[in-house]
């Protein structure tokens, strides 16, 4: 498509339908797209904000997890970005999917399309886990319906539930994680203790429920390897008692929690050590020569694919200059690196906010670091010629605050762009349409290089439509 055809795209939106997937650049590259954008839309405030996705970042990552966890099937979480277009990316690409309500699994049976048979009754058949531990009983009927057998549990009422509305599910037991390392702790809400497993599994097998393995979650964005070397352990913990009162589990669930760097700036690859301490445990506490001969290692990641994914561009709508006494910002909003009272004199307001697509900066905790898009190329200023903004989404609440202090190049104004970068993860989920304003659309690109031709052929093949 051209670019032209994906402009309008972002004035005149389509409803998306897996057979009607939006336009789709070939090998542009996001910062090309960007500029190409901004020089388009001259009164940029007219047409708000959007995302750029970056398709090859996403067939990279895929690649990056085949490599350095060859023998773990990714289950890509749903939840971390469900854009379709990313989902049919995925399930070319042989991915499988982490749902967490039936909304979901409609959403990975569309992208899984006509040819995948839910019902194939092997494990390796299913690409579809419902790993929610506490689900609606609706949901569960649904599941049954559409015989979407393996799903997650960690409480005696999930149980009843199960026997009641799908007795013939394949379970996984989720245990609870030390998430004491994590971005996102997870193990106060889910997770049985093992304490407590043999009571779970006992009332299993009193259901005749089917019980095939045993899943944890790290929490996401996992900053310590030994996290999942301990989590293995109490899996394996868990697999003995199963075997004690009679199952044989041949499934273990290693969840989510992966990410490349916790910090934008940090040069640390925490995923190739996450990986090379999860395989080391996995041999350790499940040696191959006493594993099941259906054993089966299964990952649930979701930052992992999505967040260098996406870029999000915005435009300046507004600027105001602070008066001294007058004007605050929020005491309990932090400033990096500015404990107490720092209130930069500048402040900018952007066509999307914490509302929209900045949300991770509220729910996921992310500091929102802006970039600027010049209209005629890349725009790099020394440190010298820079100023401190505060910088606010267009909500008219005061909590709609992106960042209360960032460093911008002197001079910006209504009609500048901002862009944010990897914006893939926990993004898009959360946009509210709150005072009104539509979630920003978003532009694709399958990107430069092998990766994007790659992207570029799958979605041909998958979305039955053509690209050319
Ligand atoms: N699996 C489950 C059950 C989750 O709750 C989550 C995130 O909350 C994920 C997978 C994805 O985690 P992440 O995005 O950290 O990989």
Redesign the pocket.
Known sequence: KSLQQTLSWVAFPMTIEPTNLPPVLRGDSVMHMQHEIAKSFSVGAEHGSFFVADLSSVVQQHRRWKHFLPEIRPFY?I??NPDPVVLHLLAGLGACF?C?SLAEINMALAALGPSYRATDPSTQGQRIIF???CKFSSDIRGAARLGIMMS?FDNMDELDKIAQHYPASRLVL?ILADDSRSH?P?SRK?GAHLAVVPSLLKRAKELGLDVIGV?F?A????SDPTIFADSVARARKAFDIGKELGYKFTLLDI?????DKLMPDSDVNLFEENARVLKGAIAEYFPVADRPKEFEVIG?????Y?TNAFTLVTNIIARRAVIPGVNFVQPNIPVPGKEGAAVAELMLYLSDGTYGGLNNVLLDRKIAIPFVIAKDQSFSVPDEEKEPASIWGPTLDSIDCVNPWAMVPRGLGVGDWLGFKNMG??TLCGVTKFNGFDASRVLYTTGAQEDGEQAWKILGKNCGMSLE
């Open positions: 979480a939840k971390c982490d967490a790993a929610s531990p997650t989720r996102w997870l889910y899943s979650h929490g996401s964005g996992c969840g989510g929690g992966f990410e649930e990641p979701g930052r992992f999505a993860a926990y």
